[in-house]
């Protein structure tokens, strides 16, 4: 009699439930599904661009070594050189009371510089047609 009585004590203890299958993924089960495309989507971007300024960078990377030669780096000195020995000489023309009231210097790429000396004051003009087509 035991027995049964234990046993019969322990079918009421005894709970059972249904088993539930679900997909856990929101592709199968449809319930948040716009955000896992929309996380997809952002993701997929982003890594394109990732890729693209990786490549772009790299590109502009190139071009700088590739114009920091000697040869490069000597034209650019001499350039400055010389321009510094234009512009000491235009002022010295601007400034020496013996010297012309009027002078034009056409510099490379259609660039115009003129200055005017008229009594004490000295008058200077710089057009640079590159800059003009960026103003517009």
Known sequence: MRPL???????NISLASDMVF???SPVFNGVGYSAHVFTQENLART????????????AEQAKI????????TFINNL???????????VTEQIFNSGGATF???NLQGGATITWTRTGDF????IFDP?????LK
């Open 103 to 105: 002078g034009i210097i």
């Open 130 to 134: 590159v800059l003009v087509t960026l």
């Open 122 to 125: 000295a008058t200077l003009y």
């Open 79 to 89: 350039q400055a050189r010389i321009y510094s020995q234009l512009a000491a000489q």
């Open 22 to 24: 679900g997909f856990k």
């Open 47 to 58: 890594r394109k661009q990732a890729i693209k300024d990786t490549l772009r960078n790299e």
């Open 65 to 72: 070594q590739a114009q920091n030669t000697p040869l490069n």
């Open 5 to 11: 009585v234990l046993f019969l004590s322990l079918i």
